[in-house]
């Protein structure tokens, strides 16, 4: 199909994740526009979201930049992203995170590729760390677009980090949500062994200090000594 556009779509990683789901999404959501699409992840060769995108049918890249060493590993890595931009004549590339950009930045430029994207999940690396800010302001002035998940991020790439608010865009993370049937919420119990009138609280993330599981926790338990929950 040489006339239909072609989108380089790059992940984190091919493991379970955030921004892995939002990355996935978007691929498959291309695909069904009649988009051709290429994955990749920069940290990982194979893994869970390989295997979905594969199933399907989006072919599926190895660009792992740990398999690369040496003092030359960055040229390296920047000869093989270049080809395959080149070699699969892609027209747009969509990347995860800034750190991506130091990585697909200079490549995509030199490739000729106008349509960069970078999306940013999150701004813990960015306060926490001056080089990660210095890093970002270099690179992703390679990206012709950045979009972040909530507008705390925007004002933050605009009023500290310095980028034009043409160049900015706020996209909250979509979630798919299925519709509500008793014959869903019986399989669903069944599955995680809930009987009918038990109440049961989830929490879908990382285990991580930045998510603050503690406060969850706290609601939780207030919730529960108030006697407000209802059935699921």
């Known amino acids: ?4 556009p072609v989108i380089a779509a790059g992940l984190f990683s091919y493991q379970f994740g ?3 789901r939002v990355g996935v999404d978007l691929a498959l959501e291309f695909k069904r526009r009649g988009y051709q699409v ?6 990982d060769s194979d893994g869970p979201m390989r295997v979905e995108l594969e199933r399907a049918g989006i072919r599926c890249l190895d660009l792992n930049t740990e398999k690369f060493h040496g003092a030359l590993r960055h040229a390296l890595f920047f000869w093989k992203f270049w080809r395959m931009l080149r070699k699969e004549r892609v027209r747009a590339l969509h990347v995860h995170h800034h750190g991506a950009m130091i990585l697909c930045g200079i490549p995509a430029r030199l490739a000729g590729i106008t349509r960069v994207v970078m999306t940013e999940h999150g701004l813990q690396a960015l306060l926490e760390r001056a080089d990660a800010r210095r890093l970002t302001v270099r690179y992703c002035r390679y990206a012709s677009d950045i979009t972040v998940v909530e507008p705390g991020q925007l004002e933050y790439f605009h009023k500290v980090l310095g980028f034009p ?4 865009h706020c996209i909250p993370n979509g ?4 519709t509500r049937t008793s014959a869903l919420v019986e399989r669903k119990r069944r599955e995680f062994g809930l009987g009918p009138h038990m109440f049961a609280f989830f929490y879908v993330g990382r285990l991580n ?3 603050d599981l503690g406060t969850l926790l706290d609601a939780f338990a207030a919730l529960a000594a108030d006697g407000s ?4």
């Open 229 to 232: 929950s209802a059935n699921a």
């Open 175 to 178: 979630v798919r949500v299925p």
């Open 38 to 43: 290429v994955c990749f992840a920069f940290h």
């Open 18 to 20: 955030g921004s892995e």
């Open 209 to 211: 200090e930045v998510k």
């Open 1 to 4: 199909m040489p006339d239909v």
């Open 165 to 168: 608010l043409e160049k900015l």
